[in-house]
């Protein structure tokens, strides 16, 4: 864990991080390949890292985290749209790997996603975590820490569908969908390295109980403490419940 005093500087210190990682998987592999979570709160990390230089962005692949159900690829509402708007349409990755919320069979197209997930390893996941503690879309109601699926679809609960309205991505809750496609916890906490980026007071109860309280998936984000190449970022704000 590391504390900065702003979300700027925690974002930086997170982008920092994630641009040594990336050089020397593809200097050392060829290649990279990355889960991207999207969100307001990942915004100024990104914005960061894109600027990074010598990141060979061509020998990178790039995976969303999650999408919700019937979410149309060009609605700004929508993390395919935020994926590409604030990542891919900067850097151009040499391969993207974008979830079709809105396809026909959500059960082929999570079959579709997870074979090309699966056909190496990852290196980097950029993890965020939601204030119910989410990881993904792995709210605790839904969240399995053995979940034989590598994605599946699931139900949102309501704070975390609130979270979408105040972060403005809906104008109220009944425009949130009730549903998402979302990577489970096991393939998010295998990728090689974990570099989570958790700024704002709004997060600071779900911070507190994802490093204070039981590994459960009562707090999904508290699977984080098992992992050994795994570094929280936070600031001031997001850090200013722990004792």
């Keep these: 864990m590391e504390v900065y005093p702003s979300k700027l500087d925690t974002s930086r210190a997170a982008a920092t991080k994630a641009a040594t990682i990336l050089r020397h998987a593809t200097s050392s592999t060829g290649r990279a390949r990355t889960i991207v979570g999207a969100g307001t709160s990942q915004e100024d990390m990104v914005r960061t890292l894109v600027e990074i230089p010598d990141i060979e962005w061509g020998r990178i692949e790039v995976f969303q985290m999650d999408e919700f159900v019937g979410m149309p690829a060009a609605s700004p509402a929508g993390f395919n749209w935020w994926l590409k708007t604030y990542l891919v349409d900067f850097v151009h990755p040499g391969q993207v790997h974008y979830l079709v919320g809105d396809a026909p ?3 082929e197209e999570c079959r579709r996603y997870t074979t090309s997930l699966q056909s190496a ?3 980097l996941c950029f993890l ?3 204030v119910n503690g989410h990881i993904g879309f792995n709210d605790p109601h839904v969240a399995d820490f053995h979940d034989p699926l590598a994605m599946k679809q699931v139900s949102i609960d309501e704070t975390a569908r609130l979270q979408q309205v105040g972060e403005g991505r809906f104008p109220n809750l009944e425009a949130v969908p009730r549903d998402a496609v979302t990577l489970t916890c096991p393939v998010l906490v ?3 390295y974990l570099v989570c980026c958790v700024p704002e ?3 600071a109860e ?3 109980k994802a490093l204070e309280g039981p590994i459960s998936e009562a707090c999904p984000s508290s699977l984080i403490r098992t992992h050994s190449q795994a570094t ?4 001031a704000e997001s850090a200013s419940l722990l004792s």
């Design 232 to 235: 929280l970022y936070l600031d």
């Design 190 to 192: 295998n990728a090689e």
């Design 121 to 123: 390893p990852i290196d």
């Design 201 to 203: 007071r709004r997060k």
């Design 206 to 208: 779900a911070i507190r």
């Design 128 to 130: 965020g975590i939601g």
């Design 105 to 107: 069979d959500l059960r």
